[in-house]
């Protein structure tokens, strides 16, 4: 496979598609594990599920930091910001910006008991409440701070299933979300105008597709039904949507038709304008990968994928040093990270050096491509290869023909992780590589 790089063309910039989800938390009140995402240059990450079921009681959701409702939300002495302070300015302290989901952590078993995914008794109350939470963080309200937070989400797929005593994240009909999000989304607006208000966090609209062996299920009918009723009542209602979120554990053969679809509708439905964010995504989680090349090569392809599609941001589901299917980046045993992390290593000195380049020769398929330029001239070069098969290649730079000069190259692989090598003649099974150099 011939592989040719233009370095003349640019693109654009290359997208902060590389965020996290929940940060790497194993400590309430210290986080040394946040360095990992400065180093890998990880632009923001999603406060959502933080800490693990409930918020740990004590992050981030509006129950955590309100805790009773009936209390006056205009009285700082109502609200309780101690242990979410101390994440906030963790993460700020490192360079990486919140990205603020206002509502609750998602309850798994709702069917048996829930506790706080009832919506809220009063949306304006509710409404009140997430403004003194925004101006706590980013006005210094309540002896709080002046962060640069810029993206405000409201609530968190409030449509998992048909009905609500299945939803575990929202004990109501969708209906009802839709009318919170009117009210949330005009009062923090009109307190924040500078700021970016959005949702839902659509669980189901990454599984879309259409094509002529697509059967959906019930849920799925459900979820898909939800995506466009919420974009016909923000129309009607002139609610405002300055960014779009939704969700796929798709493998990566799935994404470009599910990434398209989203981008479609939204146009055809008049928000053409919106930027979306995939703000949770894990090519197939499964527990077995955890750790593996094929998991970092899947990771690395996904992050191309999205510089290449119509996503404006992402952030991977999730950055915790945690043991479950969701967990890639960490070893909960060592702390220390996993395969995974190092495609966000890579993906990194592309965003370093900002503009991307023209690529040729990789498609929507394996292998997977991008390229950028800095300013000094300097190009660096991602490539993944989700197969069991080696890939021949060679790397050439358009116009001349002649091969890229690598002065370094990074391979992950089976056997080798973050390793620096000769610029191979073929990429390795469930594998990926970074080559820097001038063009």
């Known amino acids: 496979m011939k592989i040719s790089i233009d370095p003349s063309v640019v693109l654009g910039p290359v997208k902060p598609v590389n965020g996290v989800g929940q940060p790497p938390i194993i400590s309430p009140i210290e986080f040394p594990m946040f360095r990992y995402l400065r180093e890998a240059g990880i632009p923001f990450s999603r406060l959502h599920d933080v800490g693990g079921m409930f918020g740990k009681g004590i992050f981030v959701d509006i129950p955590n930091l309100f805790r009773d409702f009936d209390a006056d939300e205009n009285d700082p002495a109502s609200y309780d910001f101690a242990f979410t302070d101390l994440l906030v300015n963790g993460l700020v302290a490192e360079g990486i910006e919140p990205f603020y989901r206002l509502g609750t952590t998602i309850e798994n078993y709702p069917f048996v008991r829930r506790y706080r995914i009832d919506p809220p008794k009063d949306f304006v109350k509710w409404a009140r409440i997430c403004e003194h939470v925004v101006r706590h963080y980013t006005e210094g309200w309540a002896d709080g701070f002046r962060h640069r937070i810029t993206h405000w989400e409201i609530w968190n797929e409030p ?47 990454g599984a879309a597709a259409e094509r002529d062996d697509w059967h959906p299920g019930p849920r799925l009918r459900h979820q898909l039904e939800c995506f466009h009723a919420f974009l016909r009542y923000v129309a009607e209602h002139g609610c405002p949507l300055d960014f779009f979120s939704y969700h796929s554990y798709a493998g990566v053969p799935d994404l470009p038709l599910q990434i398209a679809y989203v981008r479609e509708h939204l146009d055809k439905a008049g928000f053409a304008h919106v930027p979306t964010c995939l703000d949770e995504w894990l090519p197939a989680p499964n527990h077995d990968k955890l750790g593996t090349a094929q998991q ?23 950055a915790r040093c945690g043991v479950g299917n969701y967990s890639p980046l960490f070893n909960p045993l060592t702390y220390r990270p996993h395969k995974a992390y190092y495609a966000f290593l890579a993906f990194h000195e592309l965003r370093r050096r900002g503009a991307a380049v023209r690529v040729e020769g990789c498609g929507a398929e394996n292998p997977f491509a991008a390229a950028a330029r800095g300013e000094d ?52 099974p469930h594998s990926f590589l970074l080559a820097e150099g001038a063009p």
């Open 159 to 205: 449509e998992n299933w048909e009905t609500p005593e299945r939803n575990e994240c929202w004990h109501g009909t969708f209906e009802a979300y839709c009318r919170l999000y009117d009210v949330a989304s005009k009062h923090l607006k009109a307190a924040f105008p500078h700021l970016r208000i959005g949702g839902y966090g659509s669980c189901g609209v």
């Open 296 to 318: 970092a090569a899947e990771v690395a392809a996904t992050l191309l994928l999205f510089q290449n599609g119509p996503v404006d941001s992402a952030a991977i589901y999730d």
């Open 377 to 428: 001239g300097s190009v660096a070069v991602m490539l993944a290869n989700l197969g069991d098969r080696e890939v021949p290649f060679s790397l050439e730079v358009a116009g001349d023909g002649k091969r890229m000069a690598a002065d370094r190259c990074r391979i992950v692989d089976d056997a080798r992780t973050w390793e620096d090598v000769p610029l191979p003649a073929s990429l390795p």
